[in-house]
């Protein structure tokens, strides 16, 4: 047998078959077909710079208003405690905190199971319009409240409701760019809460100005119907504008779709496509929940996100600061204007790199010394000073979601429940993390941010044991891509299906996969 010949292994019998037998021979794929097999052709390479510039265009713009409103309603319960929330609900410390809380419960449930019927569904732009629609809703209608138990309900429906969008739009995007693409555009999509962690709190600091007793409402009821309205607008609008996916995409040429999907499937080296059926979609939830990959990010998201938990005390923190309530809302917005800036330039850096780990890992320190600095000082220009060290836990975010989009390439049904799996997991923080930011322990919260330094370190520690197994990984890709490898019916089956969607042969498909690498 010749030794450049791959072969495959048949289980069933012990009998080996050479791959020519069965891929066809190699010299079938002529030279110019060969040579771009792994990439895009010239003509390919100018198509996809139109394609991106569209996909950039719409579809950024729209999850950027999307993520903006989502997290304005998610966190304007922070702004309204600030605007007499507490003392016309009467709301004990503790129940503020469970109200916190109970959001998270309900948008955990619902995450996995939402993001499977998503792909299964393949209609984004209804889902998640829908979907917006009925949290701008349910926020107005948060507004009538008027006792301990309304506002509970109000908040575990709002969980409900709004745990669709955010692990959805994560897979989406998976949809539309390859890996070397995603941190940008993920740092992007997630500066649309920092530009909301800013500008919602200015827009509750002039509600609270400006609103406060009109018709009879409180500053606070004006917050949520305002910013409500304002939501359900924007889900409408998103149901008739966004894309589906790429090959559905009425606005983009045959060519351009062409592209699109050549692109991703070079991208992972198999095809991006799922077998059809609901079958499909359990198999991926089994291989998401059997991958060691998936647990390690998500455990890391949950560190991460729990770092993160100041962000629903963020403007107690800067009222400790010693000025009004509405200076407090207003001190809020520089930290998070400042990490918009810089995410952009994180998420640009580590697509260019092509690294993940590294950028993962540098906000940590820069965020304990934040942490340690708020605990021990009381003057107000290092304790300020702070806040724009302990924002730097928001760098890591967009670095988290790409880095599952790497590390979980293929197929689309495992990368939407791993998707849900890790955001589902990481906000489980959210539901214990306000009880850690106690009243008695202003100004300095020591406990609360005493924890926050603990989980920076986990999170550092698990990205160091993920950057272990993908090196292995890429060192076993490195042994396969020898030419007298073993291929078993499994990897036969696999390359069959990328073949079928690229429209090429099985000796191609077979090149194509060789180039895979894990991002690192």
Known sequence: MDNHTPEVVDHKGGQVLADHDLLGDTADVSHEEATHIGQLTEEEKVIEKKLKRRIDGLIMPCV?????????????YAAARLQGLEEDLGL????????????????ILAQVPSNLLLNHLGRPSLYLGFFTTAWGLVSACTSQVTTPGGIFACRFILGLVEAPFFAGVLFYLSKWYTKTELNLRMSIFYSGSLISGAFGNLIAAGILSGLAGERGLAAWQWLYIIEGVITVALGLTITVILPDFPHTWRLLSPEMKHVANRRLAIDAAEADIDEPGLASQLKGLKLAFTDLKVYILAVAYMCVTGAAGFQNFF??????????????LLLVAPPYVFMTFWSYLHGIMSDRLGMRFWFFLYPIPITVIGFIIFMFTDSFGPKYFATFLFIFVFAMNGTVYAWVAGAVPRPPAKRAAAYAFVNSLGNSASIWTPFTYRPQDAPHYRPALGICIGLQVVAGLLAVWLRMILSRENKRLDRMAGEDVHLTEKDLARLKRTAEVEGIDIAAARKLQKGYRYII
């Open 92 to 107: 004990t410390a503790a129940q503020y905190q469970l109200g916190l809380s109970i959001l998270f419960v309900a948008y």
């Open 64 to 76: 950027i208003a999307i993520y903006l409103m989502n997290y304005i309603d998610r966190n304007n």
């Open 315 to 328: 403007p107690t923190l800067t009222a400790t600061l010693g000025y009004n309530h509405t200076i407090s």
